[in-house]
């Protein structure tokens, strides 16, 4: 997910979004410690966007 599009998000939105992303990636760690999955860069991925979603989070925090 873009910065431009995480912008546009509501803060109560983002907040959501990281949840459930949290949660997708905790689940793909433990399919791929089961079975190897095809790509395991999407689980680099999936953490690279938690954190940008994070920052935002954050960054809306400070400027308030």
């Known amino acids: 997910m873009k910065t431009k599009e995480l912008k ?3 803060t ?3 907040a959501e979004r990281i949840e459930t992303e949290v949660a997708k ?3 793909m760690k433990l399919n791929h410690n ?3 999955l095809e790509n395991p860069s999407l689980i ?3 953490r690279r966007d938690i954190a940008r979603m994070k920052t935002e989070l954050r960054q809306r925090e400070l400027n308030k």
């Open 12 to 14: 109560k939105e983002l």
């Open 34 to 36: 089961i079975t190897p």
């Open 44 to 46: 680099k991925a999936a």
């Open 8 to 10: 546009e998000l509501e």
């Open 25 to 27: 990636y905790n689940q």
